[in-house]
């Protein structure tokens, strides 16, 4: 029998699930609707963060609260919170990395710039 934490574990969970359905979709329109290459980057990290770590952390709660899963929910949740924390470690420093390689080979227009400061880094 389902106790009043397992329900309240799978609401939260479904509302985190939410949440990441409308980062997903504001993550998709921005990337229509942004002028340049680094803003569109800047969207695709709202969606790789709010997208995909909130709602892997919304399945974390959600196996947690299903009692008809037994003693492998907390492998589910152990697992999907792992993956979740990867994916927040990994998300931020890849489009870092993509842009600084952008920049830096200039592939993308920089315009309209006020300060660069990479630019300023190298002296140029």
């Known amino acids: 029998m389902a106790t009043l934490l397992d329900w309240a ?3 939260i969970g479904q509302a985190l699930i939410t949440i990441g359905v409308f980062c997903d979709l504001a993550a998709a329109i921005s990337m229509l609707r942004f002028p340049n290459f680094y803003t ?3 969207a695709l990290t709202v ?3 709010g997208g995909a770590f909130v709602p892997i952390v919304g399945v974390a709660f959600i196996a947690a609260g299903s009692e008809f899963l037994g003693v492998y929910r907390w492998f589910l949740a152990g697992s999907s919170l792992v993956i979740a924390v990867v994916e927040l470690l990994l998300a931020g420093s890849g489009s870092h990395a993509i842009a600084r390689a952008t920049h830096r080979a ?3 227009p920089t315009q309209p710039i006020i300060v660069d ?7 140029g």
């Open 106 to 108: 200039k592939a993308a």
């Open 47 to 49: 969606g790789s963060v």
């Open 40 to 42: 569109r980057l800047h």
């Open 117 to 123: 400061k990479l630019e300023e880094e190298r002296g």
């Open 9 to 11: 574990l799978v609401i």
